[in-house]
């Protein structure tokens, strides 16, 4: 029994020695993830490779200066809707705002009452005004009658003397004649004193029609500034003052103000037709005029700015409106004489790339993608001229491929 127990006493496990089932186990799982994984990886390969992606294209349009007539848009730019005649009024002296006759939309005439300020004090200003000029005017009157009365008793004891000298002394007469010209004074002080009051009674005037807030000149309110209760003020002083009560424009002198790149600005000219279209009506256009290209550039954005009349009137049409502009260049018909000019072609900003330092264009031909290098001008409106590179009818990629390749198989989903 000694013997077995020492025996058993030198029994050990080697934990270190993996069961050779577990080795086939965990062999067998990692050779069936591998054989899965490859599987994957030759699926997505494939359903990637078969996939053809869809593309959105544009179609190239050239219009030549020299064709069979008509009108070509040379340059387009983007812009707003602007109200020549707009302005924020305001009052013209700081008060409580406490009557507002308008709100958005509000048609006024010139001269109307927008608002009205609280004027309690102004009015009896006014009337205190009013009561000075009429004391004023009591005394001018008074003045006047003593004075008269002085020139006439002067007069009586000129008149007296001169037929008996005995009857007036030279002293009487004298002090007579002295009360006459200080009633005289006395008239003209009084007179002074009375111009006085009505020149205090014409700035009451004003100062209570200051209290009343009338529209500039006949227009449409597009905004309230302020409402009743609130401080105002000519300027905003901080707080709670507000500076204007409304803005208000004359809807009658809407115009476009576009910003033309000073690459194109030479075929702008004073009183060239144009083509306005509405970011938010783009399938109408209204008829434009140029009214004014602005005498100036911004040189950080090489852009002039350009104001165009809108010759439709719309009541759709409002200020603040996003709007392109198409400027229109009469074709004048080409002659047998002489050789055609080049075709003028404009394409879309996205449809122009940039590689290894030129411009180029993808192509899309028999649904496969051609890189074609073009020289193309700055951009205008969002579109850029194209001066060599295409004749015209070409389609060209403007969006649905990110990394576009030479002869890469795509499909047209869309054609703008």
């Known amino acids: 029994m000694t013997g077995a127990a020492h025996d058993l006493g030198k029994l050990r496990i080697n934990r270190d020695v993996t069961p050779p089932g577990v080795k086939r186990a965990a062999l067998r799982n990692l050779v069936l993830l591998l054989i899965a994984a490859a599987v994957m990886v030759v699926t997505l390969m494939l359903v990637k490779g078969s996939r053809v992606p869809v593309v959105q294209v544009t179609t190239v349009a050239a219009r030549s200066a020299g064709g069979q007539g008509g009108d070509a848009a040379s340059v387009t730019a983007n812009g707003y809707v602007v109200a020549r005649t707009k302005a924020a009024v305001s009052a013209k002296i700081a008060g409580r705002l406490a009557f507002l006759g308008v709100s958005e939309g509000s048609f006024v005439r010139q001269g ?18 009013e009561a000075l000029v009429a004391e004023a005017r009591a005394t001018v009157i008074e003045a006047e009658s003593d004075r008269d009365q002085a020139q006439r008793e002067a007069q009586r004891q000129r008149d007296v003397r001169a037929q008996n000298p005995n009857l007036v002394s030279q002293q009487e007469l004298d002090l007579a004649t002295s009360r006459a010209a200080q009633s005289d004074a006395k008239v003209r002080a009084a007179s002074a004193r009375q111009d006085a009051a009505q020149a205090g009674h014409r700035f009451a005037e004003a100062n209570l029609e200051n209290t009343f807030i009338r529209a500039p000149f006949t227009g449409t309110v597009l905004r309230k500034e302020a409402e009743v209760g609130e401080v105002v003020a000519p300027s905003v002083g901080g707080g709670l003052t507000r500076g204007a009560v409304v803005t208000m424009a004359d809807l009658s002198t809407l115009e476009v103000e576009v910003d033309v790149n000073e690459a194109y600005i030479s075929r702008i000219n004073s009183d060239m037709a144009a083509r306005i279209t509405l970011d938010a009506y783009p399938d109408t256009s209204f008829r434009g005029r140029v009214r004014q290209v602005v005498p100036t550039a911004d040189r950080q954005r090489a852009t002039v700015q350009v104001k165009v009349s809108i010759l439709d009137r719309d009541r759709r049409i409002l200020p603040e409106m996003g709007a392109r502009v198409d400027f229109i260049t009469p074709e004048a018909p080409r002659t047998a004489a002489g050789p055609a000019p080049p075709p003028r072609i404009r394409v879309p900003e996205s449809a122009v790339k940039m590689d290894n330092g030129e411009s180029v264009v993808w192509l899309v031909r028999s649904g496969r993608l051609e890189r074609r290098r073009v020289d193309a001008g700055p951009t205008s409106g969002g579109f850029r001229e194209i001066r060599t590179g295409l004749s015209g009818g070409e ?7 990110d990394l576009p390749q030479e002869n890469m198989k795509v499909r047209i989903g869309a054609t703008p």
């Open 112 to 129: 109307d009452i927008i608002a009205r300020l609280d004027n309690a004090d102004y009015q009896a200003a006014l009337a205190q005004a």
């Open 395 to 401: 389609q060209l990629l403007t969006g649905g491929v």
